[in-house]
């Protein structure tokens, strides 16, 4: 049975020991603890945000990224870069 948090499909339901944590670099780190507090601590979106000190859009991003939530969009949007971007 899928498993859904918040509307999104989990492709992960819990993250495995952090033994190498204290080796890994500083955004890895940032994105292990993003995605053991949603997962291990059962933390909604905005909880991780807020404890993080994060916007809800970066944790949603990290938990994509890290393959932790399934992909909703059909066709994810591109990156928009600042020539792009006109700014």
Not at 39 to 68: M, Y
């Amino acid at each position: 049975m899928d498993e859904w948090r918040e509307g999104f499909k989990l492709k992960i339901t819990e993250l495995g020991s952090a033994d190498a944590f204290a080796v890994l670099g500083q955004q890895a780190q940032r994105a292990f603890t993003v995605c053991y507090l949603f997962l291990n601590e059962h933390r909604t979106i905005s909880e991780v945000a807020t404890i993080l000190k994060e916007s809800r859009q970066n944790v949603i991003l990290t938990l994509l990224h890290q393959g932790i939530l399934d992909e909703r969009r059909r066709r994810p949007r591109l990156q928009v870069t600042q020539d792009q971007g006109g700014h």
